[in-house]
């Protein structure tokens, strides 16, 4: 147990459906993190949120849609994707730094979710 | 761009063996972390180095950091199989964000122990 719960862990869902995944960390960060993980690429980052304020975005379809209602939940919204968005669907946490020299904190990562689309 | 690369892709060894895994970065860093996955779960910390340390120990876990070479290791000794999993660096990529963690991770080494 890392403190970072995801559900669904499986969904499978048709191209028209909508669907939205879960995470929440009970760490008292304030920086959460949405990944994306494909067969034999490595870790993308999709989103990131530092104090429930989105401050990255790296050129992720419309189709993803994140929200962070508070410091302690993330969501992510999918609608209409495609059969190349099947993937494990990683979240994580960690406390944000301010000091350029101590560089990033660890993060904290949940079990994950394997979304099959069809 | 793709900041840590791993190597080698995948290693095979017998439980006992130490197992030796490679990090290359290309720009500066401010330190330099190792995760590992279990197949098909998420990521779990294991060690981070700062650009000012040289070497780190973990329990049955070396990892130094030669920051001249842009170049990490990850040294498991005596490896058991649960040790079996793919094994990632990751490095803060571009620039200072502010207040929050921009790491980028490899695609890693897949590592089986053989009983």
């Known amino acids: 147990e890392t403190g970072v719960t995801q559900t669904p862990r499986h969904l499978v869902m048709g191209m028209t459906n909508k669907k939205s995944l879960k995470c929440e960390q009970h760490l008292g960060h304030n920086a959460m993190y949405w990944y994306k993980q494909s067969a034999k690429k490595p870790l993308e980052l999709m989103f990131v949120y530092s104090l429930e304020e989105r401050v990255e975005n790296n050129s992720v379809p419309s189709r993803f849609s994140p929200e962070c209602p508070n410091s302690s939940h993330l969501f992510l919204h999918l609608h209409t994707l495609q059969p190349e968005d099947s993937a494990l669907y990683l979240c994580a946490s960690s406390q944000g730094w301010k000091d350029r020299e101590l560089g990033p904190h660890e993060q904290y990562f949940g079990p994950g979710t394997r979304l099959t689309v069809t | 761009s793709q900041q840590g690369e791993e190597d080698p892709q995948a290693l095979s060894i017998q439980e006992g063996e130490n197992a030796t895994m490679n990090c290359s970065y290309k720009t500066s860093i401010n330190n330099l972390q190792w995760y590992r996955q279990n197949s098909g779960r998420g990521l779990v910390h294991l060690i981070l180095?700062?650009?000012?340390?040289r070497e780190k120990h973990s329990g049955r876990l070396r990892v130094t950091l030669d920051t001249s070479k842009k170049s990490s290791s990850l040294l498991i000794t005596a490896s058991r199989a649960a040790d079996t999993a793919s094994y990632f660096c990751a490095t803060a990529g571009g620039m200072f964000s502010g207040g929050y963690n921009k790491l980028i991770f490899g695609a890693g080494t897949r590592l089986a122990v053989h009983p």
């Open positions: 180095i700062r650009s000012n340390e």
